[in-house]
Structures are given as C-alpha cells and as structure tokens.
C-alpha cells in the first residue's frame, strides 16, 4: 500500500505553521516568509540556490508522490469559494504535477490546470479522502500539503506514515499550532533530528512497525 507522507512542513518555535490573519495579501498572516526563508536559499527552490542538508531534505517532497491533499486555507484566502475564477495562489502551471484534492465544506467542479495538476473539491473525513486521494495515486505515495490543521487531522486519525518537519528559530505567538491535541505524538513515531548551518532543525517523524 501506499504510504502517506508529509514534507517540508516549516513551524516556529512555539509550534505555529501559519500566523494570523490569512488574506490575499498575507498567505502566511503575520508571520509572512519567515518560515520559509531556509528553502528559498536552496537549489531545490532556486537553480542558484544551495546545495547542503537543507537542500538535500527539501528535494524529497516530489519523488514518488502521486497524489496531494490540501485544506482549504493552503487553496485560498478565506472568501476564496466566493470568486468563481480562483484557482489557487500559484498560476496557470502550480507546482503539485498530481491529482490534488482540496477538503473543503465549499464543493465545486475540478479545476484541471496545466503541467498535470487537477484541483479536486471533497467534503470528507481524512479517512475517506485518503482513500479517494491513493485510488488517484495509482500505486505511488499521497502527500498531505497542509495546511497546519488538516495535518493534525491526519495525525490524529492515525494516517500519517512519514513527515518532515523544519523547526525554524522564531517566536510568531499567535497563528495555528499544529501540536494541539497531539499529546504523546513520540510514542507511535521514531524522531530524528538534523540541525542545518541555516538555523533550522529538520524533524523526521517514521511510524513505528505495529507490535
């Protein structure tokens, strides 16, 4: 079976994946790029980017994904089921290449864009668009894109086998934490932790074999 992975996931010090408040203008709220800027400098971003851990860490989201799952709030701003034309932050050409199933109470018709991408509406439980999203996988791994909050759905349901995190050397205070309601996460995961001569620790959570 397919396993269910999720990569390059950057959060604060105090656990917040995303500041407050999302708009148009501030996908990522008041928190702006700054959980993002060690990606930025590596060559998996930018052709004249670094090579070094935290390169070699980010090229690891693409190979072997054949299907994403992303919520609402990574599509678009709030508001965004409202505008019959939008179709994500990222263009004619968005970067996923997969079939890619947003979950959302606002279902419309799938969107197909260029370079292989189709935005899919669903209104399900992780369960159900797990299933849904590794029949569109065709045998290969789904990747869960986040937000923070549909992360914590997937991990509290038990249906992430492998994540990555970044742990990035900043204090936001406000946001959406991904660590709520997650007590005693360690138990059912190996943790290994990899710090970068960025700032930043690369945190990789790998399910542990069932006894």
């Known amino acids: 079976m397919s396993r269910t992975r999720i990569h390059n996931l ?33 060559r998996f971003w930018d052709p004249g ?25 990574k599509f678009g701003p709030p508001g965004w089921w409202d505008d019959p034309d939008w179709k994500g932050w990222w263009g004619p050409n968005p970067p996923f290449h997969t079939p890619t199933f947003v979950l959302t109470h606002h279902v419309r018709s799938s969107i197909e864009l260029e370079g292989g991408t189709t935005f899919h509406f669903l209104d399900a439980a992780p369960a159900e668009a797990l299933e849904t999203a590794r029949a569109a996988a065709d045998g290969q ?22 994540m990555h995190l970044v742990q990035v050397p900043i204090v936001l205070g406000r946001g959406v934490r991904l660590w709520d309601g997650l007590e005693a996460l360690e138990n059912t995961y190996h943790v290994e932790a990899v710090s970068a001569p960025s700032g930043v620790t690369h945190l990789t959570f790998t399910r542990k074999a069932a006894a």
């Not at 010090?13 to 060690?38: I, M, N, R, V």
């Not at 851990?53 to 992303?70: K, L, N, S, T, W």
């Not at 937000?147 to 086998?161: E, W």
């Open 49 to 73: 980017g670094t090579a070094g851990v935290d390169d070699a860490f980010a090229e690891r989201h693409g190979p072997g994904i054949g299907a994403e799952i992303m919520g609402a709030n």
């Open 141 to 162: 791994d789904v990747r869960i894109g986040g937000g923070p909050t549909v992360v914590r759905q997937f991990l509290s349901a038990g249906l992430v086998d492998h």
């Open 10 to 42: 950057s959060i604060s010090l105090d656990g917040f994946a995303t500041g407050e408040p999302q708009s148009a203008d501030a996908p990522f709220g008041h928190a702006g790029q700054k959980l993002h800027t060690w990606m930025f400098a590596t």
